[in-house]
């Protein structure tokens, strides 16, 4: 257990630290944050062990994705309906630009310039076309981009080219299963019962020390994490001297 707090008390030096310099140099927290855990992993890799950072440790993992998931819960929070319906044009073309081109540059690259096979070079465009509405949203939120029509119109085309990332990953390579069935009806049943229910429950049950508004709506996004399908495929490729799988990259990009 002792581990444990170690291990999570480094996690949040390295946050203070990141902090310390989003102030001391003007830039975002969250790039400061990148640029010191990048650093970090880099030099305790190279002196001491990679494992020290405890990245593989399941809680790790845990909080880790749960941030991941509120935060891109809040972005989503954020999209002003009025604003999307006057921008829309410009979130798409946005959006569907900033996924196609990555995608398709990088695959030809990877595959053309590299000497990848097809798949890995799929698979490669996929991870280079996708962005992180976490970290836009963050980023806006701090210099108040958020509240501006230009903020939500950029946050609109990072879900656009988010959603052709999930499109293409879930067309090249996801095996339809039987749980992709469940998958898609519960995700349509939850999306015609949730709009409808949450208000209701909120004005029964909300604004009271208990805080029911925020364990109902961690119930929620857990749950539609759980039935989410996972990639079951095990197959592999060699795209030049060395094999590997690309189930890992799949874990990689979806964490």
């Known amino acids: 257990m002792t581990s444990v707090w170690a291990l999570a008390a480094l996690w949040l030096g390295l946050a203070v630290i990141a902090g310390l310099f989003s102030i001391w140099l003007r830039v975002s927290t969250a790039l400061s944050e990148i640029m010191v855990g990048a650093t970090a992993q880099l030099i305790f890799s190279a002196f001491i062990g990679s494992a020290v950072l405890g990245a593989d440790e399941g809680w790790v993992k845990f909080l880790a994705g749960i941030g991941a998931i509120v935060l891109t819960f809040l972005a989503g929070a954020e999209l002003d309906p009025i604003v999307f319906r006057l921008k829309w044009k410009e979130a798409a073309a946005v959006g569907l630009a900033s996924f196609l081109f990555p995608f398709l540059g990088c695959a030809a690259g990877a595959h053309y310039v590299l000497g990848w096979e097809v798949m890995p070079s799929w698979l490669a465009g996929v991870a280079m076309s996708t962005t992180s509405v976490a970290v836009v949203y963050a980023v806006m939120l701090e210099f108040g981009f958020n509240v501006t029509d230009y903020g939500k119109t950029v946050l609109a085309a990072c879900f656009v080219t988010d959603l052709g990332t999930v499109v293409a990953l879930g067309l090249i390579f996801a095996p339809f299963t039987i749980k992709t069935v469940v998958f898609v009806a519960a995700g349509i049943a939850a999306f015609a019962l949730l709009p409808w229910l949450t ?40 795209p030049t001297s060395s094999e590997w799988c690309w189930r890992e990259r799949w874990a990689r990009i979806t964490r």
């Open 199 to 238: 208000p209701r429950f909120f004005r029964r049950y909300g604004s009271r020390p208990s805080e029911l508004e925020t364990k109902y709506l961690l119930l929620c996004l857990l749950g539609l994490g759980r039935w989410r399908p996972g990639p079951t495929a095990r197959r592999c490729f060699r």
